[in-house]
């Protein structure tokens, strides 16, 4: 995988506006973050920064609570260190929230793709 993903990158994030593939990428998040409440959003434009707001909120929330989810969601979404580093570089935690959205996104399509229906 490209450790110079960005989530400005609109080629990905152009597929969460299909519906199918927006609820598998909300249910990977929650099952990822372990967090059962990320809400589904409106399929279109704005599904990513919805996504990435909701993961940000869980971030920041970790982050100041100094709990170990947020190390345990980083290995769980599949983001290796320098992917980190990097996105917390380029934009903090907004950034970083924005590359477990498309990670999953990611993970979704490989398996659709193995699947034979990407």
Do not use: Y
């Not at 909120?57 to 709990?67: I, K, V």
Request: proline share 3%; glycine share 6%; hydrophobic share 45%.
């Amino acid at each position: 995988m490209n450790g110079d993903l960005s989530t400005t990158s609109d080629g990905l994030r152009k597929r969460l506006d299909e519906a199918e593939v927006l609820l598998a990428v909300v249910l990977q998040l929650r099952k990822d973050l372990n967090e059962e409440d990320i809400p589904l959003p409106a399929v279109g434009e704005g599904a990513f920064e919805h996504l990435r707001a909701a993961v940000l909120q869980r971030l920041d929330s970790w982050q100041r609570t100094s709990s170990p989810a947020l190390s345990r969601a980083i290995n769980r979404v599949d983001l290796t260190e320098r992917m980190v580093d990097q996105a917390l570089e380029r934009g903090g935690l907004a950034e970083l929230a924005g590359s477990m959205v498309l990670r999953c996104l990611l993970k979704v399509l490989l398996r659709k793709r193995f699947a034979g229906s990407a």
